[in-house]
Structures are given as structure tokens and as C-alpha cells.
């Protein structure tokens, strides 16, 4: 592959990366209401549930504000609507009382899960026109990318 040929590839990337993101703006977000009638989840307070899922296990405020790339005060006021919500609980960490450790409750599980079927089925909407082979390869694809991103770019795990 030539030089130019790798840079359109990169350029083509870099703008299927920027229609992604503006894709999952409040707005567009807003616009994919769940068939469900519910409204959809504020897409920044679902942004703090879904780094306290990723965690797997009980997580401080510090690793909210770093999973969103905030600054620690805004990752204290989302976990705190998220917690009015019902959606996490707070306890003091037994090993440092200055520290506050959260998990998903299980009505904020149940959301995550609910907001991970939604995406997942617009997804396969998308797709469905697509080869099994496609579908796969995409995937393997996009998952290393994501990995290599995360590596390559600080902050961005």
C-alpha cells in the first residue's frame, strides 16, 4: 500500500470516527427514543453508569472523572444525580474514610442493561444487511482499534 493510499485510509477513518461521535450526541441520542415509551437516560449520567459497570467492581469518584475525562467537582455532581436517581450507592471505603466507593444499584443495573439492548439492536439494524463474515470482521476490527486507541492515546481508556 502506498504512502497516499495509507493516508486516505487514515483520513477515512479519522471521518467515520467524527460521524460516530456527533451520532451519539444528546440530540441524535434523544432522536432514537427506546420503543419502550421510556425516556431515555441523560446521555451524561448514563456516561457515569456505564463506568461504574465498567469497573466490575466498586469504583471511587476519581475513576468516574477519569473514565469521562472530567475534572473531579463535575464527576462528584454527576454521581450525586445518579444517586438521587436511585441508579448508584455511596459507602465509605472501610480502608480509607476519606474515600467513597460506588456501585450500580440494581435499578441502575437494569438501565445499563436496557440502554446495552437498545444499542445493540439499533446496531444490528444497522448491519443487517451485511454478511455474517462482515459482521465478524468488523468487530475483531473496531475492538482493536479501540484497544491500539487506548494505548496509543493518554486518558483515553
Known sequence: MSQRDQQEAVAAVERAMVVIRRSQTRRS???LAPPDGRKPIDPTLFGVLDAVEARDRECAV???????GVDQPRASRLVLRATEEGWITRRTDPSDARRTLLALTDEGQEEVDRAHRF??????????DWTDADRTEFARLIT????SYARSVPGAA
Request: no cysteine; hydrophobic share 60%.
Open 62 to 68: 476519581s475513576d468516574v472523572a477519569a473514565a469521562l
Open 29 to 31: 441520542l434523544g432522536r
Open 119 to 128: 444499542r445493540q439492536e439499533v446496531f444490528a439494524r444497522v448491519m443487517a
Open 144 to 147: 482493536a482499534f479501540v484497544t
